[in-house]
Structure formats: structure tokens, C-alpha cells
């Protein structure tokens, strides 16, 4: 594990990030990006903080330590047991704690927190400054623009202006208002307009936080484009989807050497990996390989390769013959 001091000679930045999300960005999925680049923050999925603090604690924080640097996404609302979580976020080696002020599903609505907080800003301020009596590390918050169909700035801006009060330097903004009523989270990250300019207005507004924008973003243009303005992107469902293009983000972004990696060399690094993890912890290669699917996207033959390795009948076999089997088609194509 990293103590704090290591954690803050990192020198954590939000100028590129990976997006939290449910059930993809495990520390499986997390591994595969950190193989794609050093430098970009990783989330985790969202932990609630019941889950933490009455469940199996290491199912839920293990993570590899190729994965720094790497933030835990609590979601709760009340302030002791938010700083509970976040002391054994830090515990566990993490390098940051972000707060989840966006997630619209009605079931985080029941246990009032997620997007719903929002409306509760001195509540989050409250949770922030209960967070950072306990650690020493970065807690900063992921929050949308609105809720329903508010279009008040006013009202994203108190938010941020309360929260930063209790010490919360970065905040990650999600361009769009949460609908609370009438809408899945599938639809509420498609339907309500992205309004980018919003988070260009903040970043102004507030030019000593350190202010990230996220929602909508597929190429490396339109990422520039924004950290013209903002200090951050983060990118949700395009990483996933084309896990490739953060291969090209370490150049691109934080003036690294061009990679030299290869799509193939990626993948022989996936199957050793899913040999350890099978080894060490009995995971079963399956739930490794579901998050590079997409590692071929675009190109030729990558259906078949990606049909090989979601084959269910194959789950017989070691990774590494069906990687094998993966690369048969691929003289004739
Ligand atoms: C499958 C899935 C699960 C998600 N789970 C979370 C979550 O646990 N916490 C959170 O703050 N946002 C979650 N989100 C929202 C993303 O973090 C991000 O804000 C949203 O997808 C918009 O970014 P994008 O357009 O780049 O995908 C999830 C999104 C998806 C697609």
C-alpha cells in the first residue's frame, strides 16, 4: 500500500480520467487501462458506503498496485459513515476520494444521495469536510449541472461555491442535468442536453478550483478543445468502448514518449494477467476478458476476435488457448 506522503509526491491531476462506471471499471478493467497509459486517473466504480461499512470490505477495495493512481467513488450521504469509508479508502491506498453528487437511479434517490444531493449542498459540505478531517488525501466531488429541467447556473454554482467552502478543491461535472423523475441513468446520460459551456462558465467563475468536464467525449480534438478551457476531461463510455485510444492519451496529453505498445502486445499482457489472477485469487478468465472487447474496435476482424473471446462454450479452456483460437482468423483476414 502507498502511504499519503507517496500519494501527494505523485501529484495527482484530473487532466485526463477514466469515468467511474458500474460493473465496467472493476480493478480487471482498471488494469487493462493502466497497461494503455501511466499517467491518466482512474475511478473505480462506485461504492455506497452501507457496502463498505457492513460488507466484505476487501472484495470491494482490493486493487492491484499498477493501477495508482487510481480514486474510490463513495456514495452516501451521511457525513460519519462517508468519513468511515473514506478512512478506509485511504487505509486501502488510494490516492483519491470523490464523492457521487450525479448518479439519477431511483434506488441511490431512496438512500438520498447521488444526484439528489445536489439539492442538498451544505449536507455534501458537511460530508467533505467530514472526509478531510480523516484523510489526507484529494476528496473531491462528481456532480451534474442541474437537476430536472432547472437551467438556473445559478444553482450549479452555489453548489460548487458551498462545497468548495468545506475544502473540496476539484469538482468533475458532468455537462448535463439529472432528470430525477421519468428517466433510467441509461437515458439520463444521453437525453438531457450536454451544455459544456456551463462548465467553461465555472471554470471562470472559480479559477482556483481545479474544475473537469466530462460527458460525451469520443476523440482526442475535442478533449483538446476543452482543456483550452478546463483543467480536465474525463471520458466514460468511449474508453470503454475503444479502450485503444488511451494508448494515444500519455502523448497527447502529458507530453510522454510516443507508445510503443501494440494491440497484441496488450493482449499477451491481459492473458498473463488473467493466469495470475486465476492462480492467486481463482478468477475465472472471463471476467477479465469482458472489458477488452473492445480492444480491436474499428478494425478489421475484430467481430470474430471479440466473438472468440465472449464465446461462453470456450470457458473450458485456459485464456491462453483462447487467445489462440482469437488469432486463427487473423492470416485470412
Ligand atoms: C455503465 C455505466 C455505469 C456508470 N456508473 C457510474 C458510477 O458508478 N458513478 C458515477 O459517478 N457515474 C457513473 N456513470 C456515469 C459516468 O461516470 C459518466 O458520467 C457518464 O457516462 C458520461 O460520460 P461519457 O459520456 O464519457 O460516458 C456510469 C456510466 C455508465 C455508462
Not at 475535442?222 to 494515444?248: F, I, K, T
Request: proline share 4%.
Amino acid at each position: 500500500m502507498m502511504n499519503n506522503d507517496t500519494n501527494l509526491q505523485a501529484g495527482l491531476n484530473w487532466r485526463l480520467s477514466v469515468a467511474p462506471m458500474m460493473d465496467w471499471t472493476d480493478r480487471h478493467c482498471r488494469y487493462l487501462h493502466r497497461l494503455l497509459t501511466r499517467h491518466t486517473l482512474l475511478y473505480t466504480e462506485m461504492v455506497t458506503t452501507g457496502a463498505l461499512l457492513h460488507g466484505d470490505v476487501p472484495r470491494h477495495l482490493r486493487f492491484d498496485a499498477q493501477e495508482h493512481p487510481v480514486a474510490l467513488q463513495l456514495g452516501g450521504s451521511e457525513p460519519a459513515d462517508l468519513a468511515r469509508a473514506a478512512r478506509l479508502g485511504a487505509q486501502w491506498g488510494y490516492d483519491e476520494i470523490n464523492l457521487n453528487c450525479g448518479c439519477p437511479s431511483e434506488r441511490v434517490q431512496r438512500g438520498a444521495f447521488g444526484a439528489c444531493l445536489m439539492n442538498e449542498a451544505a449536507l455534501v459540505a458537511e460530508g467533505v469536510k467530514a472526509m478531510r478531517d480523516v484523510v489526507q488525501i484529494p476528496v473531491t466531488v462528481k456532480h451534474r449541472i442541474g437537476i430536472d429541467k432547472s437551467e438556473s447556473y445559478e444553482f450549479v454554482r452555489d453548489f460548487i461555491g458551498t462545497v468548495a467552502e468545506a475544502g473540496c478543491e476539484v469538482f468533475i461535472v458532468h455537462a448535463r442535468n439529472a432528470w430525477l423523475k421519468g428517466l433510467s441513468p441509461k437515458e439520463n446520460r444521453e437525453i438531457p442536453p450536454l451544455r459544456y459551456d456551463v462548465v467553461a462558465r465555472l471554470k471562470r467563475e472559480f479559477p482556483h478550483l481545479t474544475i473537469a468536464i466530462n460527458g460525451g467525449f469520443k476523440d482526442s480534438a475535442a478533449v483538446a478543445e476543452q482543456l483550452a478551457q478546463v483543467d480536465g476531461v474525463m471520458v466514460g463510455r468511449e474508453a470503454y468502448h475503444n479502450p485503444w485510444w488511451l494508448a494515444s492519451w500519455d502523448e497527447a496529453f502529458y507530453g510522454a514518449a510516443p507508445s510503443t505498445l501494440t494491440r497484441e502486445g496488450v493482449e499477451e499482457l491481459m492473458v498473463e494477467y488473467m493466469e495470475r489472477e486465476a492462480l492467486e485469487h481463482g478468477t475465472h478468465w472471463y471476467s477479465v476478458a469482458r472489458h477488452m472487447l473492445g480492444l480491436r474496435h474499428g478494425m478489421a476482424g475484430a467481430r470474430r476476435w471479440r466473438q472468440v473471446w465472449s464465446d461462453h462454450r470456450l470457458k473450458v479452456l485456459p485464456a491462453r488457448e483462447v487467445m489462440a483460437l482469437a488469432h486463427a482468423g487473423d492470416a485470412r483476414e
